[in-house]
């Protein structure tokens, strides 16, 4: 099978959407598979239906459950299923690829071929796409792209395509674990999942029903035997298969979202793993009573955030570790997040989320969108744990690798190649990597195998001259494609993303090397294509590539997005058009030129120039809005853009279009019904002329009547609010063109003209409808989105939304809906979301390229497959002349700057700017010079004398002007205050909301009093406002006296352990840095030892010899001390051993004590510790408890600060009290003598934090001079520059500001002010005259004298009282507020107190707030169960009361039986001889109509039990009914009375009503027994409930208290109250050391046993050792004190030495014969090659001479006997056999040697070293 070939499929479709073809070959599939089947063992019965399931839920998710095999059960009488025999498929069963393969569709008896156009590569990859990347083999990759599987050969770079069999697209691809199969899931409706076998490519098996359009991912097992698949939207359902059987195992709705991926547990494969769309959920495979099912647990998030997973891998103890969209693991168990993972520093595992973990030979991988692929520890994974309330814990990764920047990884997978594990991994990004995780020293660096696309195709166009595509993207590169020989040639990488692209025509490049592409940006970039190898050869520079690129000039006309761009016929104009509404013109020349831009109604959708054939050349422009636009080609020389490029004058025609798509279908439903009404009348007259035939005449025949048909209404005519948007389109005619609409209007192409007559409407509010249509088959939901014509015109090349290509084949080049009847179909892009960008074909229309939204791109033969490759060869332009020389253009790269227009407008602004401030500088200048002019004047007029100074106003020319110069600044003012009148209202509310916010609700500020004579202040509390809510609150509370704190104990016995481990950590760091430290020590006096050895082989020999003696008589010394040491130390160990019954009396008796005095209670730690129902607290006990306790906290503040505000207003009162007795000490003061006066205490100020209202009081004063102050610090700032700049400038948009100068007005209101001043001065110091009055003074007299003393000793005295007044005011102002301050303290103890119980109360609040929700479902549940168990009882006792009234009715009944039989028995009378036939009458029973009825309606709810009194009766009637049969009720005997038998007649139907009635009061007692047994029951079950409800309320309320005593309380304690810490300290401390005795005492006696036996066993040994190497039992002591014998040592040492001199001599001697002995070798080598050469020469040449003789002698004897070569290689193979022979003997030699005790092979022993070996 040629996979190539039969990648073209047809798109043909049936009414149901299925296509036809498809159908067939599954009737022709199912045939054959059904003639393999059974060829197996092992067949069994199956049910009919086999995808029968039991429905399901479970926890909030509800889901369906459905199960295949049920448990057999007895068979039923009523229902029988049908039981069929179930077979098995062959192993070695294949489908037929062509049979299943689709092929295009084309239109029957269009004569078009099928083959019209061939796949030949494909350049785009669907990196996007999740897992589209798959490893069949070591050098073939494997992908999806559009409805084609790309097999990727790494060495070749040859594709094979395997084409989808529904033609609805590829949904999934994943491969076998073995690699001998893939399966293939599609897209379509009913789409199937095909197993392929690999590497033949034959269809395996298929597997039908496992989704309803698409699906979404699959996964082998690890064994390969099941497959799992998961659908897409709508049903998402998750399916099981044995895949090899095409049967489902198991299926179940995996969940209501998108779900990404599925995958079996590689250690359990019963279990599966499903994510996706904001959930993860866990499946297993449950036996359960209705058969096999398929579970999940959905994972639930907990307290971490709702989170999309794309990746996740199962871990071998069934844990899930999953990735997140922040970049963090999450570890799964039991469907709960165990823990969260991070790296340290709360740093995420990845930037970003984490679309892939693998679990490889024991190390976890992840994969991030970041480009980091880092591996992390499987076991610090497995065993982490929750450490805290945060859920996280933070670990470092082993290994990470950066593949590199702008990565964005999608998936990997795992290949071996040579037996190395080699990664491929998939890049969203528009790349395939293949990686080395070994992390070694030899790990080659990543790999960037292939580059592609990224997303999207924006735009594509194919080159005029040569077989050269470019295509552009928003991933921001231009890409130049080789479509013949299949290659990219080249790439260019810009800043923003390209959207539009096209080639300069001939006319404008005949080399076809230069295009234009549009950016996201709004720049306009010409790039040149040319082959480097035609540049001169510089050296430097490597010519390597075929082509390269280069941007040849860059320039910016829109804002927004370029969306199209177009040439106009004649290359002379460039026309651009960008989503920003505008259409740019540029002459075409060497370097484009803009002419200008004109506004359209909407966004561009695109631009076409009229063809050559129209007499005018004018551009067709379609807005996305429905808006079609016509221009003429403006001339460059007609438009002069000297302020802007705006063209305004260009005649513009509109076409709005309006909808007639209503209107069309409504006709065409008229024109059906017509037709319809015309059969029916044909076939009226055809009956009528047959009904003639038969002789019948007109007035005989009589019409069939025909059931009155309601027609139904028309459709009606509807236009959308919104036109349609318009897509594509074309010019047919001058004036007239074709649109292409998607949304309402698809399904048509209309043909629409610009009207003569122009409207004055506006554009958008004209209604053109076109003047004609063609309908497009098979398009009212597939639009068409791209139109292009071949060059001949005979193919319309069609584009489709749903990424099929489509062709007309045209018979004339003018569209009809005849001309385009016939077409090709054939899907090759996505269905979904590939619709098609780009369609093109060839310069010579052999080759056809498109591209889609799904980032492929595809290129095509046209009916020319067989000659492409040997004729046709690309050829790139070569370089223009000189080109090497050129500098390379400036690019844009900045996003926000300016289009050509803006830069325009901008320097036009610039300039007009720039002339003002030249004009504005100007006219400062000359006020500046006039302002010096007049100021030198005023000066040279205070420089006279007075006399001859003019006044100023005198200077004044005229008043007049001044007074016109005051009305005019009074008429500014006011305007100014007018136009500010909003600013200083928008501040003033400002301000107001600024205090509303800040001090609004502040009902207290800080208020700090200071002492008068001394140092002590007391300040208020900052108080704010507390709400009403809170009194409301307070008034509702019933919160009781807070009791002891019962959290002390634990805190600080959690503290005591948290201070021992830090000590403990300390002393572990202190002991390992000491080791360290140690051990290092030793090495470097070690290395120095090394060092200062001598290098000589005698010295060291002698020196180690030395070293020894030292050293075995310094450890015969150490050994002797040690000896001594120990024994030493056991007698100081025996003599302290105590007896092992003693017992400290002090603990004797503090034991007693304690357990005399101890008492048991019942701590609210404890685990049976129950809470009484009062003390139960909630949430909004303890709202109520924090609000109670702000309002006594605001209460005691705010009583304080009343205090203290108070002694403020007091000190201010003194404060002015004092200020009048200074005034009135002043006043005295001035009537005595200086040497009289006393000081004056100085009187005190209020500070400005005793008043910090006054810091928010402000008047004009102080605003002005606060604006004075930040003028002064912006004049020390501001540099002033000499020379004035009126060059910058700008406005917002555009940047840049402006220097403040001052006007010519402002500065003459300074000057005027300043020379006012002067004025002011002058005039006030010259008008001042002082004027002096001289009295002559008198003697005084005694009298005088006397007053003036006694006046004098008064004012002393009064003196001396104010001032001690003023001492007194102070001293009593400080002792109150001393006194206060000290309250003040006091309530500061109360408050803090009162904050910490707030922060410990506020802790429990937000604790039983998390509890609230659980304990009010609990208790909801407890209440539900009581109303529920009390409406049950209620119930009850309603039954009971029921029964009871039907007995009594029954006992009523009975007693009218009993008066009924006593009536019969009265009415007989004595002696009647027809007794005995009357009373079987009375009691005959008798079957009535109702009674019938009512047992018919009754008959399964009838009851058997009678009272005793019915039984006999019933006995009675059963004697008698045996005579039943013989009489006759039914007629009265003979003799009897007719009246008597009447009435027994009546009375039997009075019998029969009343055991009726008892029969029903019966039955009636029974149900409500029943009724009352069940509901007994249910009370049960809901008493047992309650029962655990309570139990559960009661566990929880434990867990909540214990919760609640987890908290920490601070508690203040006093100073005498510190002895109670002491002692709890200590008694935890006894409790620890008590407890730590108690284990070393239980370790002792465990260690002292263990002890002894290893004494024992040492003994033991030492005592065998000493036998086995002296013989017999030795002192060890003695011996290890013996020494060395020194003078032998001596000896030894001499003779060493004389050794070693001879073996340097004896080493120089076996050197020259080693060297001799060399030479003699060489030369018998050379002479033995000579003499092996003669040999040789001599045996050749009697070989030679026998074989001439044999020939002359016996021709064809060399055919006879064994030939010479075999005899050769026999006795070669001979010789090699016993040369391994031999080998094998040595290898056995060396294997006994080896296998001796010791185990040591001895080299040969040397004389020369024999001694010194000896020694040693």
């Excluded at 498929?89 to 299943?100: A, P, Q």
């Excluded at 770079?157 to 395997?162: A, G």
């Excluded at 600044?969 to 107001?992: F, N, P, S, Y």
């Excluded at 391994?1780 to 040595?1786: C, N």
Aim: proline share 4%; hydrophobic share 35%.
């Amino acid at each position: 099978m040629e996979p190539k070939k039969e990648s073209e499929s047809p798109d043909a479709k049936d009414r149901n959407g299925q296509p036809e073809e498809e159908k067939e070959s599954e009737k022709v599939s199912e045939e054959k598979r059904s003639s393999h089947m059974g060829e197996q063992e092992g067949e069994k019965p199956a049910e009919d239906d086999e995808g029968d399931g039991s429905l399901g839920s479970e926890e909030e998710d509800e889901e369906e459950e459905l199960s295949l095999t049920e448990p057999e059960q007895p068979p039923e009488p009523v229902k029988k299923k049908k039981v069929v025999i179930e077979k098995k498929i062959s192993e070695s069963f294949f489908y037929n690829y062509e049979e299943l393969c689709s092929f295009p569709f084309v239109t029957p008896d269009s004569g078009i071929p099928l083959n019209l156009l061939t796949l030949m590569h494909s350049f785009g990859y669907d990196c996007t796409k999740r897992a589209n990347l798959q490893v069949m083999d070591s050098q073939t990759l494997m992908y999806i792209a559009g409805n084609q599987l790309v097999f990727l050969d790494l060495k070749s770079k040859y594709q094979k395509y395997l084409r989808s069999t529904s033609g609805g697209g590829i949904g999934v691809v994943t491969a076998h674990p073995n690699k001998t199969h893939f399966a293939v899931g599609e897209k379509g409706w009913k789409p199937n999942m095909i197993i392929y076998e690999y590497p033949s490519l034959r269809p395996y098996r298929i597997l039908r029903g496992g989704t309803e359009e698409a699906y979404a991912f699959a996964d082998f097992n690890r064994s390969g035997t099941l497959i799992a698949t998961v659908g897409s939207s709508p049903d998402y359902m998750l399916t099981v298969w044995d895949w090899k059987q095409e049967k489902i195992v198991l299926r179940s709705k995996a969940f209501a979202q998108d779900v990404y991926k599925v995958t079996f547990s590689p250690e359990n494969e019963e279990q599966l793993t499903t994510s996706g769309s904001g959930h993860i959920k866990f499946w297993k495979m449950a036996l359960t009573f209705t058969g096999l099912k398929l579970q999940g647990a959905l994972g639930r998030f907990g307290k971490t955030a709702l989170t999309d997973i794309e990746g996740y891998v199962e871990l071998p103890d069934g844990k899930v570790l999953s990735g997140s969209e922040w970049g963090n693991l999450l570890l799964w168990e039991g469907g709960l997040i165990k823990v969260e993972l991070c790296r340290p520093g709360n740093k995420t595992c990845h930037n970003g989320p984490i679309n892939q973990l693998v679990l490889d030979e024991g190390e976890v991988v992840t994969v991030g969108s970041d480009g980091y692929i880092r591996v992390w520890d499987f076991e610090t994974i497995d065993t982490a744990d929750v450490v805290d309330d945060s859920g996280m814990i933070a670990m470092e990764h082993m290994n990470e690798l950066l593949v590199g920047k702008h990565v964005n990884l999608n998936s990997m997978v795992k290949i071996h190649e040579r037996g190395e594990p080699v990664w491929y991994a998939q890049d969203s990004n528009g790349a395939i990597w293949k990686l080395d995780l070994s992390f070694t020293n030899v790990t080659h660096d990543p790999e960037c195998l292939f580059t592609y696309h990224s997303g999207k195709i924006q735009a594509i166009s194919v080159s005029p001259v040569t077989y050269i595509m470019a295509t552009t993207a928003l991933d921001r590169s231009v890409r130049i494609y080789d479509f013949i020989d299949k290659v990219q040639l080249t790439e260019m990488k810009f800043k923003q993303g390209g959207t539009a692209l096209t080639w300069t025509p001939t006319v404008v490049n005949p080399k076809g090397g230069v295009l234009a592409v549009g950016f996201q940006d709004g720049v306009i970039r010409i790039i040149e294509l040319y082959n480097p190898k035609g540049l001169p050869v510089v050296a430097g520079r490597n010519n390597v590539g075929d082509a390269a690129m280069r941007l040849k000039q860059a320039f910016k006309p829109h804002v927004s997005t370029v969306t199209a761009l177009a040439y106009e016929r004649n290359g002379e104009l460039l026309a651009t058009g960008s989503k920003d509404k505008t259409v740019f013109f540029f002459s075409v020349e060497d370097k484009y030129e803009p002419i200008g831009f004109i506004t359209v109604p909407g966004p561009v959708q695109s631009l076409q120039w009229s063809p050559l054939g129209h007499p005018d050349s004018k551009l067709l422009i379609l807005c996305e809005n429905g808006i079609a636009v016509q221009v003429p080609a403006p001339d460059p020389q007609d438009y002069d853009a000297a302020s802007t490029y705006k063209i305004k004058d260009l005649p513009t025609e509109y076409f709005r279009f309006w909808s007639i798509k209503s209107r069309i279908l409504r006709e065409k439903e008229i024109k059906r019904r017509e037709k319809v009404k015309e059969e029916k009348e044909k076939e009226k007259q055809k009956w009528i002329k047959e009904q003639q035939e038969m002789g019948k005449t007109l007035e005989e025949i009589e019409l069939p009547e025909e059931a009155p048909e309601e027609e139904e209404p028309l459709p009606e005519i509807f236009v959308p609010a919104t036109p349609s948007p318009i897509l594509c389109g074309f010019y047919s005619e001058p004036g007239k063109f074709w649109l292409s609409l998607g949304e309402y209007d698809t399904g048509f192409l209309f043909h629409c003209a610009f009207s003569p007559v122009q409207h004055e409407k506006e554009p958008g509010a004209q209604q053109d409808e076109p003047f004609e249509f063609i309908p497009i088959e098979d398009a009212d939901d597939n639009p068409i989105t791209r139109i292009s014509f071949s060059s001949t015109g005979l193919f319309m090349l069609c584009g489709m939304a749903d990424g099929a290509v489509r062709i007309y084949a045209l018979h004339s080049k003018a569209l009809s809906e005849d001309n385009i009847a016939g077409y090709w179909s054939f899907s090759m892009h996505d269905n979904n979301y590939g619709h098609i960008q780009g369609i093109c074909p060839s310069f010579d229309d052999r080759f056809l390229v498109t591209c889609g939204a799904d980032g492929n791109i595809f290129t095509y033969n046209i009916l020319s497959a067989e000659e492409i490759k040997k004729v046709l060869k690309t050829k790139v332009p070569s370089p223009r002349r000189g080109l090497e020389k050129e500098k390379a253009a400036e690019d844009i790269e900045d996003p926000t700057a300016y289009s050509i227009e803006n830069a325009k407008q901008k320097r036009e602004y610039d300039l007009i700017m720039k002339a003002a401030e030249y004009k504005k500088y100007l006219k400062r200048q000359e006020l500046i010079t006039l302002r010096h002019e007049f100021q030198e004047l005023l000066q040279m007029n205070k420089d006279l004398p007075n006399h001859m100074q003019l006044y100023r106003a005198e200077f004044e020319l005229d008043r007049r002007i001044r007074a016109q110069m005051d009305r005019k600044t009074a008429d500014k003012i006011r305007l100014v205050m007018k136009e500010l009148c909003w600013e200083q209202e928008r501040h003033r509310i400002g301000l107001q909301k600024v205090q509303i916010r800040f001090r609004g609700n502040l009902e207290y500020d800080t208020i700090i009093v200071h002492a008068m004579g001394s140092s002590h202040q007391i300040s208020t509390y900052r108080l704010l406002a507390i709400s009403e809510n809170l009194y409301k609150i307070r008034k509702k509370s019933q919160a009781g006296k807070r009791r002891s704190s019962k959290y002390e104990w634990k805190g600080k016995d959690l503290d005591q352990r948290r201070e021992s481990q830090r000590e403990l950590s300390k002393g572990s760091i202190f002991s390992s840095q000491t080791n360290t430290a140690i051990s290092e020590e030793e090495i470097d006096t070690e290395k120095l030892k090394k060092k200062s050895y001598p290098q000589t082989v005698a010295s060291r020999i002698a020196e180690n010899r030395l070293e020894k003696l030292r050293k075995i008589i310094e450890k015969a010394e150490r050994a002797k001390a040690k000896i001594q040491r120990r024994k030493d130390e056991w007698d100081e160990l025996l003599k302290s051993k105590p007896n092992d019954d003693y017992e400290d009396p002090q603990d004797v008796e503090n034991i007693k004590e304690a357990k005399e005095n101890m008492g048991d209670f019942k701590l609210k730690t404890a685990t049976n510790y129950k809470i009484p129902e009062h003390m139960r607290i909630n949430a909004d006990k303890k709202s109520y408890q924090l609000a109670s306790l702000e309002v006594a906290i605001h209460e005691k503040k705010l009583s304080m600060n009343k205090w203290i505000v108070s002694l403020r207003d007091l000190k201010v009162a003194i404060i002015e009290e004092i200020q009048c007795v200074v005034q009135e000490l002043k006043t005295i003061q001035s009537s005595l003598h200086r040497s009289k006066h006393l000081p004056i205490p100085p009187v005190p100020e209020l500070h400005p934090d005793e008043i910090p209202e006054k810091k928010f009081q402000y008047d004009s004063e102080m605003l002005l001079k606060f604006k004075q102050e930040l003028e002064e610090r912006a004049k020390e700032k501001e540099i002033v520059p000499v020379t004035p700049s009126v060059e910058g400038g700008g406005i917002g948009g555009f940047g840049g500001g402006f220097l403040h100068v001052p006007s010519a007005k402002e500065l003459e209101i300074t000057a005027r002010g300043t020379s006012l001043k002067t004025l002011k001065t002058i005039s006030g110091t010259a008008g001042v005259t002082p004027k002096t009055f001289e009295f002559e003074q008198a003697e005084p007299t005694e009298m005088e004298l006397e007053i003036a003393k006694r006046e004098e000793i008064r004012n002393i005295h009064l003196q001396e009282t104010l001032i001690k007044r003023i001492h007194e005011l102070m001293i009593t102002f400080d002792a109150e507020l001393r006194l206060l301050r000290h309250q003040k303290l006091k309530l500061d103890t109360m408050m803090k107190t009162a904050d910490l119980r707030h922060t410990t109360w506020f802790e429990e609040l937000l604790l039983l707030k998390n509890f609230e929700k659980h304990e009010n479902i609990l208790q909801e549940r407890v209440n539900s169960l009581i109303s529920e168990e009390e409406g049950m009882q209620l119930k009850l006792n309603s039954y009971l009361a029921q029964i009871e009234e039907k007995k009594a009715e029954i006992a009523r009944l009975q007693d009218r039986e009993k008066a009924l039989y006593a009536t019969f028995q009265a009415s007989l009378g004595e002696n009647n001889k027809f007794a005995g036939f009357l009373t079987k009458v009375l009691k005959k029973r008798i079957k009535r109509v109702k009674k019938k009825e009512v047992e018919a309606e009754d008959d399964d709810e009838e009851s058997e039990e009678e009272s005793d009194e019915e039984s006999s009766l019933e006995s009675d009637e059963e004697e008698s009914g045996s005579e039943d049969e013989v009489f006759d009720d039914s007629v009265c005997p003979k003799n009897c009375d007719e009246t008597l038998f009447e009435n027994t007649l009546q009375l039997r139907e009075k019998r029969l009503d009343i055991e009726e009635a008892l029969a029903e009061e019966k039955k009636t007692i029974e149900n409500v027994k029943k009724e009352y047994e069940t509901l007994a029951k249910k009370v049960k079950v809901v008493a047992a409930s309650l029962d655990a409800a309570d139990w559960e309320l009661e566990a929880y309320q434990r867990e909540k208290q214990q919760r609640l005593n987890e908290l920490h309380v601070v508690v203040p304690l006093k100073l005498h109250q510190n002895r109670i810490v002491i002692l709890q300290q200590e008694k935890l401390e006894q409790r620890q050391l008590y407890k730590q005795a108690r284990e070393q005492h239980k370790q002792l006696i465990r260690d002292r046993r263990e002890m002894m036996i290893k004494i024992e066993r040492l003994d033991e040994k030492c005592n065998q050792l000493m036998m086995m190497k002296f013989g017999r039992i030795v002192n060890l002591e003695a011996l290890q004190t013996l020494s060395v014998n020194t003078n032998l040592e001596e000896l030894r040492m001499k003779m060493m030495g004389k050794e070693q001199t001879c073996a340097v001599e004896l080493k120089m001697w076996e050197d020259k014969i080693f060297k001799m002995r060399q030479q003699l070798m060489f030369i018998t080598k050379e002479n033995t090659s000579r003499l092996k050469q003669m040999n040789s020469f001599c045996a050749e040449n009697m070989r030679l001479e026998t074989k001439l003789d044999a020939l002359q002698s016996n021709l064809g004897a060399e055919f006879q006997g064994p030939r010479k070569v075999d005899i050769e290689e026999r006795e070669k193979l001979i010789a090699l056999v016993q040369l391994q022979a031999q080998e094998a003997e040595v290898l056995k030699e060396e294997i006994t040697l080896l296998s001796r005790k010791d185990g040591r092979i001895f080299p040969p022993s040397q004389s020369i070293f024999q001694a010194d070996t000896t020694l040693d």
